[in-house]
C-alpha cells in the first residue's frame, strides 16, 4: 500500500524558514516524480512544486520561484520541500503526492494527510 | 502560464440529478487534463486522466470528455457520496495548474 508521511509543518514568522519532509512507502520512490501541493485555509488547490524521478529536474510555480527549494533522497524514500523568506501567503495545508505513472502526462494519485504551515508573528 | 477556469464555482443539486462542470483553458492542452475529488478535511482524490479515461475503482457515473480548451466533468446520477468539490489540473506544461474548483452541495 502506497504510504505519503508529511512531517515538519508548524508556526513560523515571517520572514522565517522551514523544511517539510515527506516520507514514502509502498512503492518504487526513485521510479516516480513527486510533487507539492498546497492549500490555503478555504481556499483551492495549489501547485507549488515538481521534481522527477532521478531529482535532475525541478519545477516551481512563480509564487514560491527562489523562495523554495524541492529535493529528494531516493535511497531514503524522502521527498523535501526547502521554505524560506515565507509570508503569511505562505499558509497553507502542504501536500506531497506521487505520479501515477511515469510519464508526465499522468496526474498524482497518491496523496498525504498534509502537514500544516502557518507564518504568522 | 496556462490558466485554468471551472464553472459554476458553486453548484446546488438533489441526489439523482446530472451534473456537468467545464473547464477552460487559457490555451489548448490537448487532452492532457485530469479531475480530482476533495472533500472537506481530506486530501484531493484521482478521479479522471486525459480528459476521459476513469482511474480504476471510479464509478461509471462519472465521465469525462472534451480536448483542447474546454474539458466536461460530468457524473450522471448524483449520489450522496458525491457531494464534494471537484478541481480540474493541467499536466500539459508546468507549472500544473489547478482550477478554482467547483463545489457541489445537496439542495
Known sequence: EVQLLESGGGLVQPGGSLRLSCAASGFTFSSYAMTWVRQAPGKGLEWVSGISAGGTRTYYADSVKGRFTISRDNSKNTLFLQMNSLTAGDTAVYYCAKRAGYSSSWPYDSWGQGTLVTVSS | ?107
Open chain 2, 1 to 107: 502560464d496556462i490558466q485554468l477556469t471551472q464553472s459554476p464555482s458553486f453548484l446546488s443539486a438533489s441526489v439523482g440529478d446530472r451534473v456537468t462542470i467545464t473547464c477552460r483553458a487559457s490555451q489548448g492542452i490537448s487532452t492532457s487534463l485530469a479531475w480530482y475529488q476533495q472533500k472537506p478535511g481530506k486530501a484531493p482524490k484521482f478521479l479522471i486522466y486525459v480528459a476521459s479515461t476513469l482511474q480504476t475503482g471510479v464509478p461509471s457515473r462519472f465521465s469525462g470528455s472534451g480536448s483542447g480548451t474546454e474539458f466536461t466533468l460530468t457524473i450522471s446520477s448524483l449520489q450522496p457520496e458525491d457531494f464534494a468539490t471537484y478541481y480540474c489540473q493541467q499536466l500539459n506544461s508546468y507549472p500544473e495548474t489547478f482550477g478554482p474548483g467547483t463545489k457541489v452541495d445537496i439542495k
